[in-house]
């Protein structure tokens, strides 16, 4: 064999094309643990890196962004609608969090007073 030559692959091999609902699927499955992602890679007949790449994206963007399909690419705008619903989550949730806290710390302070 001819070192001095890179090896190139044949043309005849075609990309794969997953829908987005198998590619939420997959990462559903391997968030599960049920499965390692290996393991999920092989039945799917995909490389472990791929799902992984989804599993990103995923968290990313969220299951309403991500993967957009052919022509279909994100826009600026809704990029923003999603990062800003993932803060308004986020501080929802640390707002409810403080709450409960200062509930239990009235609680206490109104139990250590004696009539």
Do not use: C
Not at 3 to 22: C, I, L, M, Y
Not at 64 to 84: A, M
């Amino acid at each position: 064999m001819d070192k001095s030559k890179p090896e190139v692959r044949p043309n005849d091999t075609k990309r794969q094309h997953h829908s987005r609902e198998f590619k939420i699927e997959a990462v559903r499955q391997l968030e599960e643990g049920k499965i390692s992602g290996t393991q999920l890679a092989m039945m799917l007949g995909v490389k472990h890196s791929i799902i992984y790449r989804w599993k990103k994206e995923l968290a990313t963007h969220g299951p309403d962004v991500s993967f957009p399909g052919k022509g279909n690419t994100r826009n600026d705008e809704q990029t923003e609608i999603q990062r800003l619903k993932r803060e308004l989550a986020e501080v929802t949730e640390e707002r409810d969090t403080k709450k409960k806290h200062e509930k239990v710390s009235d609680y206490n302070s109104a139990s250590e007073i004696v009539v």
